[in-house]
């Protein structure tokens, strides 16, 4: 189980690439009209006004650990779910929304298991 008390140890939080197959693809798939080829932006798309996407929709009622309001990012709504995916950042990921989400994950898959990063305990901020 994951003791988080402080701002700074919240502010570094991270996702596994585990736990981002495990929970974000299986929700992007179990979505209407998307699936693992949806790019970033089809699965939230800011342009639409108060659409709330498959990230947003999982964490809008979720209350930020940070900021104390409702409305918290999507590692803080999985800590209270699933704590043994979200740790320490050591990766980040910078992507564009026109990747396809698949392509995100294979890619730090790949990436891990070309550096021998276990893919359960490294935890990338995204």
Same mark, same amino acid.
């Given at each position: =189980? ?6 700074? /140890? ?10 981002? *197959?495990?929970? @974000?693809?299986? /929700?992007? /798939? ?26 947003? *929709? ?21 800590? /209270? ?10 990766? =980040? @990921? ?7 989400? *698949? ?24």
């Amino acid at each position: =189980m994951l003791h988080v008390k402080k701002k700074k /140890e919240l502010e570094l939080l991270g996702i596994s690439v585990h736990g981002l *197959r495990k929970h @974000l693809l299986k /929700e992007v /798939e179990a979505t209407p009209g998307l699936d693992v080829t949806s790019t970033i932006n089809e699965i939230e798309d800011l342009r639409v006004k108060d659409f709330h996407g498959v990230i947003r *929709r999982k964490s809008a009622d979720t209350i930020c650990p940070i900021s104390g309001r409702k409305g918290s990012s999507y590692v803080y709504a999985k800590l /209270e779910k699933d704590p043994s995916i979200i740790g320490r950042a050591t990766v =980040m @990921l910078s992507y564009a929304w026109s990747y396809k989400i *698949r392509d995100i994950i294979d890619s730090l898959e790949y990436h891990f298991s070309v550096n021998h990063l276990d893919p359960k305990t490294t935890y990338v901020w995204i």
